[in-house]
């Protein structure tokens, strides 16, 4: 029958370019998925950043403070910001923080 076989045919090309158009749904699907979750990364880093920033300007504000200490504790936390964690103890920024009590103290331990 030839109705049948052109409308099997038909069936074939829309069977292929759905098919073509589900990967492309996909490709972009995981291209949004991955831009999503590089700005959701990207804010809390920046979040992180700007935390740092307010206890910095905290700390040096306080009477008594070295300002090399504060320097010292902020390039500190940098290097663990930047590899993304708190691997060693810092005995100068510890005695330092103790002095000072309070917020900062509490987000740094």
Known sequence: MPGVDELKADIS??????????????????????????????????????????????????????????????QDLETRLNDGGFDEENPEAASCISRKRGGFEQKVR
């Open 13 to 74: 090309v829309h069977q292929k370019r759905f098919e073509t158009l589900r990967d492309e749904v996909k490709a972009l699907t995981d291209v949004t998925d991955n831009n999503r979750k590089k700005l959701k990364d990207d804010g809390e880093l920046i979040n992180r950043v700007e935390d740092l920033s307010r206890a910095e300007n905290s700390l040096s504000n306080q009477p008594g403070i070295d300002r090399t200490a504060v320097e010292k504790i902020k």
